[in-house]
């Protein structure tokens, strides 16, 4: 199998499992019970968040475990909106966002509240002057995604920190999800408040997520009950995720400096055996992050292609349908400004840290395969 559909979700780590394993069989006490078992347990989640801070480079009680980056994306978006809205009732976003944030800031325009849709450029990146124009007195705020889950643009998120240094009554969430371990991004004196990141993107397990929260951030929470989690997100801890989250979290930062590098070097040989490919359309710009490669070839049927390329065992993806204008395009690559037919046919590969140039050029042969069978069926 070559699989190349890490974007969706990544292949969980022998050890990620291992310590889930461990920790579910051996710490499966409630850490609010007050018997010495309970406690042992919450010890574990202490040392936990503590380790998961260090890497981070936060304060341990700015680690809040979520169930993934859908939920870390809620809390965040809705909670602020919830606990500041007698400030003000305007947020801003962009145009490409992952649909965690679309759709959470649809309901809220629902609930009343109004959302600035920023637009992207044809690379996918949001203009600062378009950022620093939206911002109203009422603005609570901003949430912008650091890379972009279908082309891999890179949103300018130092400078958006900057901005919203400015603004102190505003606040600033990025989506992390695709970001982590592939671009790296400080949260400390960023003007970052909150981030979300996602477990199963690094390695680890589906259900498992971390939301930065800033200390001086007030969130109304999506879940109240018993008042774990700093009373963000009540309901008995899931440890044994916490720990396999952290482990994924440990791998990718030992991993992260060659790993990074050597997705660079795959990346640049991908898109030039792909752009020697007649009608193929780079969508994903040259400054994007590492691990994704999104390109189109119009007139191309990309489901009929994903099936061929199947049949050998070869997994990549496209991004289309959801929430467009057109039920097959791609709304990020429509957002970019590309037309109909390239914003229909969008394929996309994403790689992890364990991809092989060799399966990178096996999938380009079987590519070119799959689609001189095409052709010969469309004749
Ligand atoms: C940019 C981005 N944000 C959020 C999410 C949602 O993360 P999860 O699947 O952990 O809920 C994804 C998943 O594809 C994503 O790519």
């Given at each position: 199998m070559i699989y190349l559909d890490n974007s969706a979700t990544t292949k969980p780590d022998p050890s990620v499992l291992k310590s889930f394993d461990q920790v579910s069989s051996n710490f499966f006490a409630n850490p609010s019970s007050i018997h010495q078992f309970g406690g042992e347990t919450e010890q574990l989640l202490v040392r936990t968040r503590k380790q998961v801070a260090e890497i981070l480079k936060?304060?341990?009680?700015?680690v809040v475990f979520t169930s993934g980056g859908t939920e870390g994306n809620n809390t965040a978006i809705k909670g602020i909106a919830l606990e500041h809205q007698n400030r003000g009732k305007h947020i801003i976003t962009s145009e490409i966002e992952h649909p965690s944030v679309l759709e959470a800031c649809h309901g809220l325009e629902m609930l009343g509240f109004n959302i600035t849709y920023l637009p992207v450029n044809q690379d996918g990146i949001i203009s600062l002057q378009d950022l620093e124009h939206a911002?109203?007195?009422?603005?609570?705020l901003i949430s912008i995604m650091h890379v972009n889950n279908e082309i891999g643009s890179i949103q300018p998120i130092k400078e958006v920190g900057n901005i919203a240094k400015q603004h102190p009554k505003l606040f600033l969430h990025v989506d992390d999800v695709q970001g982590l371990g592939k671009v790296p991004l400080t949260l400390r004196d960023s003007g970052i408040d909150l981030c979300s990141f996602s477990g199963h993107k690094i390695n680890g397990l589906k259900g498992t997520g971390i939301l930065y929260v800033n200390k001086h951030t007030k969130l109304f929470p999506l879940l109240h009950g018993g008042g774990q989690e700093q009373s963000l997100r009540s309901g008995t801890e899931n440890i044994a995720g916490a720990v396999a989250m952290a482990r994924a979290l440990r791998l990718m930062k030992e991993r992260e400096v060659q790993g990074i590098k050597k997705l660079y070097d795959l990346q640049k040989n991908l898109r030039n055996a792909l752009l020697k490919i007649t009608g193929v359309k780079m969508n994903t710009p040259e400054t994007a992050a590492p691990h994704i490669v999104n390109f189109s070839m119009p007139g191309v049927k990309p489901e009929v292609i994903i099936h061929m390329l199947g049949e050998r065992e070869i997994f990549i993806s496209t991004k289309s349908a959801c929430s467009s204008k057109q039920k097959d395009e791609s709304m990020v690559l429509a957002a970019c400004g590309f037309n109909g037919k390239r914003s229909a046919s969008g394929f996309r590969v994403s790689m992890s840290y364990d991809t092989t140039a060799e399966e990178i050029s096996h999938f380009i042969e079987a590519l070119k395969k799959a689609i001189q069978q095409f052709k010969e069926v469309m004749e």
């Open positions: 936060v304060d341990k009680d700015e911002i109203r007195e009422d603005t609570i």
